[in-house]
């Protein structure tokens, strides 16, 4: 055979078998390709887009509309991956949604609101023996990741998540808790402060969240109130079905050793951060370069690591993980690994304990 038509049929045998592996990566690998450029269009990553979240518009005009979007997301992936090269960026459940419909649909933490009266400052703790890595997922502690859907209830399920550790520390027991009964119930206001409430899929703010349930007496299951992430329902709250209780919580100092003897100590932490990099999250560990500290989104703190992967020539980079609430398709599984040492993206700036009373 000539060398020529030889070298021919290797190279042409070689791109099948490239694209045969690509295909059978499925479309995950190739929507995740937007970052690094690759071969397809912003159409085929829209088209990918839509199969994978099950997406479909009302009109051709909603369509177009929602690809130029996608196409400014896809930019904005690409930025973000340059500010923040430890993480991966690229194509989310929430890359047809602009930043403003992205903060008002999916985030919903209200850090105007004023520290509830009853909030404590947590006691300074040792820090010398904290272990280097720490999961509280590893113990028990914490529920499966859950989905706050298009209602601004993350202070909500902030809230329970810290509950739900800290009943498990009290009692052995690991319960799913109600958000639906802090999204339905919880909207008890300062008289002097008319503003000062939390107000369901519209925002609010994980201690006076923390503050209701010490008034109520508890939250209940999530199977006797389940969530629905709708506003304007009636409460539906029964006392005699309250199963964890609320003895005392406090905020935790600034300082990180402290909040990693808290977390240690005392349960999954309640945590508010900056949203804006978690848009277009997909894995790794997220250390932006630059990063607003207004913070706008109540997640769970739930363990910490000494050192997560970081690209060549860059240090390995501790890290917290965090607990997000919307489902187990976005992220790491549902959850954020964000570094620590900085307080990057106000990850450190409104930390709370709770401690929970004994079984009921």
Sequence with gaps: MDRSLSLLLLLLFSLFSISSVAATEGEDQLIRQVVGGGILSDHDHFTLFKSKYGKSYASSVEHDYRLKVFRSNLRRARRHQELDPSAVHGVTQFSDLTPSEFRRTYLGLRSNLRLPKDANQAPILPTDNLPGDFDWRDRGAVTPVKNQGSCGSCWSFSTTGALEGAHFLATGNLVSLSEQQLVDCDHECDPEEPDSCDSGCNGGLMN?????????????????????????????????????????????????????????????????????????????????????????????????????????????????????????????????????????????????????????
């Design 208 to 360: 006076s969240a923390f503050e209701y349930t010490l008034k109520a007496g508890g939250l209940m299951r999530e199977k006797d109130y389940p969530y629905t992430g709708k506003d304007g329902g009636a409460c539906n709250f029964d006392k005699s079905k309250i199963v964890a209780s609320v003895s005392n919580f406090s905020v935790v100092s600034l300082d990180e050793n402290q909040i990693a003897a808290n977390l240690v100590k005392n349960g999954p932490l309640a945590v508010a951060i900056n949203a804006v990099f978690m848009q277009t999250y997909i894995g790794g560990v997220s250390c932006p370069y630059i990063c607003s500290k207004r913070l706008d989104h109540g997640v769970l703190l739930v363990g910490y690591g000494s050192a997560g992967y970081a690209p060549i020539r860059m240090k390995d980079k501790p890290y917290w993980i965090i607990k997000n609430s919307w489902g187990e398709t976005w992220g790491e599984s549902g959850y954020y690994k964000i570094c620590r040492g900085r307080n990057v993206c106000g990850v450190d700036s409104l930390v709370s304990t709770v401690a929970a009373a004994g079984s009921h």
